[in-house]
Nanobody, 131 residues
Framework: QVQLVESGGGLVQAGGSLRLSCAAS????????MGWFRQAPGKEREFLAA????????YYADSVKGRFTISRDNAKNTMYLQMNSLKPEDTAVYYC????????????????????????WGQGTQVTVSS
C-alpha cells in the first residue's frame, strides 16, 4: 500500500516555473513505476510523464516534452515534476500516481500504460498559470 501526497502547486505567471513534489509513504515506493497527470475543469485526466522504479527510464506526453522533467529520489520517497515555460493552458489540478505492476523498466513500457493501470493516486495540487 502506498499513500501519495502532492505539493508545490500555486499561482505563476506565464513563462515561469514550478516544481511539484509527490511524497510517498510505504516501504515499497522504490519498486513502483510512477507518473504525473493533470485535469483541467471540464476535461479528462491527461497523462503527462512517467518514470520507472529506478528513474532510469522516462516517458513524456508530446504536450509537455521539452518543458517538463520528471525525476525521483527513492532515498527520500519522493517524485518530482519540474515545469518550465508554463502556459495558461497548463492550468489544472496535478496528480501523481503509482503502478504496482512489476517489470515496467523501459520508456516503451511506460508509454503504453493506461490511466486505469495506475493503482494509487494522490489528492492533487492546483497549478494556475496567469497570462
Amino acid at each position: 500500500q502506498v499513500q501519495l501526497v502532492e505539493s508545490g502547486g500555486g499561482l505563476v505567471q506565464a513563462g515561469g516555473s514550478l516544481r511539484l513534489s509527490c511524497a510517498a509513504s510505504g516501504r515499497t515506493f522504490s519498486s513502483y513505476a510512477m507518473g504525473w497527470f493533470r485535469q483541467a475543469p471540464g476535461k479528462e485526466r491527461e497523462f503527462l510523464a512517467a518514470i520507472s522504479w529506478s528513474g532510469g527510464s522516462t516517458y513524456y506526453a508530446d504536450s509537455v516534452k521539452g518543458r517538463f522533467t520528471i525525476s525521483r529520489d527513492n532515498a527520500k520517497n519522493t517524485m518530482y515534476l519540474q515545469m518550465n515555460s508554463l502556459k495558461p493552458e497548463d492550468t489544472a489540478v496535478y496528480y501523481c500516481a503509482a503502478v504496482q505492476q512489476s517489470g515496467i523498466t523501459t520508456a516503451q513500457a511506460l508509454g503504453v500504460l493506461e490511466t486505469y493501470e495506475y493503482d494509487y493516486w494522490g489528492q492533487g495540487t492546483q497549478v494556475t498559470v496567469s497570462s
